[in-house]
């Protein structure tokens, strides 16, 4: 409970949204939040939307999950046009996204971009899964808000780490989500560690 607080409290300080121990759940790294979220949220043969370029992990644990990925192409805004295409016509499941300072193209998504990815997913109940391990390597002004921060409709679920600020062998991160999403993911968490 001490280091929920604790990243309850880092986390409240990003955002206006109320963040408590009860939305947030201690992972072995980001990646196996990525790999409960797929557990509960995916069947084989649904659909995720990921960027191309994207974390080669997230890749690998959606293969695993017989999902069918859907790939939008790297630009220096997000191509919602084509992100409402495959939303209409593949109904995806999830949106697997790093917004701020992706890896590797270094992209901050907009605010204006962050803030239209919502109105899409609240309208075709998408999930969107926001990893956010490089936010806090900053030098000049901030970044935009995480989409979490910006989300009141519950459709965002976020993941930080520590092993890209301030140890990279340690393998603990975090998830932020609505209270019934965490609590069901700890459930199947349990039987992974």
């Known amino acids: 409970i001490p280091l929920r607080q604790t990243l309850g409290a880092m986390y409240h300080n990003k955002t206006t949204l109320p963040t408590t121990p009860d939305n947030i759940l201690v992972l072995s790294g980001s990646q196996q939040g990525i790999y409960l979220i797929s557990k509960i949220f995916l069947q084989p043969g649904d659909c995720v939307i ?20 859907l790939i939008l192409p790297a630009s220096a805004s997000l191509p919602l046009p084509l992100l409402e295409d495959y939303l209409i016509r593949y109904r995806p499941k999830l949106f697997y996204i790093i ?3 992706q890896n590797p193209n270094g992209r901050v998504l907009s605010l204006s971009d962050r803030q239209e990815l919502l109105r899409l997913a609240a309208r075709h109940q998408l999930i969107v899964v926001e990893d956010d391990p490089y936010s806090e390597l900053y030098y000049n002004e901030p970044p935009p808000p995480s989409i979490k921060a910006l ?9 930080g780490t520590f092993s890209k600020t301030i140890f990279p062998g340690l393998r603990t991160g975090w998830m932020v989500a609505a209270t019934p999403v965490i609590n069901r993911i700890a459930l199947e968490k349990q039987y992974v560690d």
């Open 50 to 69: 990921v960027e191309s370029p994207t974390y080669i992990g997230a890749i690998q644990v959606f293969h695993n999950a017989g999902v069918r990925i």
């Open 151 to 159: 989300d009141h409709h519950g459709s965002v679920i976020y993941l």
């Open 99 to 101: 917004p701020t300072f």
